[in-house]
């Protein structure tokens, strides 16, 4: 799990602004980063591990155990959550385009904020409110934190027509 990748991309698509994450009980701070600084920070990343293991991480941008990447990419003076989600899509874009393995933790295609009702140095956080239900077309539920029951799936990352068993033809 590539937390460090997390934190970077973060770091880099935030505008001015810190961002004291919860994680690592509040030490886990993301810090506004320029071009300059988000390269190095992720060549420093690369020179940790072999390429083997750079090839094989799992990128994310949050998880059950962080802030949900819109929450963190949310800023004061947005109006509503377009502005965060051209953030988000932004992250996802080199998410996508970056060496390793791609993880989304499942919302983010859907744009799920789910702040909780907990409160720490930026308001809400994360536990167990990153956890919220998916939020499905046929199911109520709060707005404020399971997202939009009616939200387009790939309203963050578009996704091709999904493949059927056979549709590839034959193995060569």
Request: aromatic share 10%; hydrophobic share 35%.
């Amino acid at each position: 799990m590539n937390y460090r990748f997390r934190k970077n991309v973060l770091g880099f698509v935030r505008d001015s602004s810190d961002w004291a994450d919860n994680d690592n009980y509040g030490a886990n701070r993301i810090v506004p980063l320029t071009p300059s600084q988000f390269d190095h920070a992720l060549r420093a990343v690369r020179e940790d591990y072999p390429p083997q293991a750079t090839r094989a991480m799992l990128n994310l941008l949050d998880s059950h155990d962080t802030n949900r990447a819109l929450y963190v990419l949310t800023m004061r003076g947005d109006h509503g959550l377009a502005e965060a989600k051209e953030r988000l899509r932004l992250a996802a874009l080199f998410q996508f385009t970056y060496l390793g393995a791609p993880t989304i933790y499942y919302g983010d295609e859907a744009g799920i904020d789910s702040p909780s009702r907990a409160s720490g140095p930026n308001g809400p956080e994360d536990d167990p409110y990153n956890r919220a239900p998916s939020p499905w077309a046929d199911e109520a539920g709060e707005v404020d934190i399971d997202g939009p029951a009616d939200v387009v799936r790939d309203d963050i990352v578009p996704t091709a027509e999904p493949q059927r068993w056979g549709s590839a033809g034959p193995w060569p």
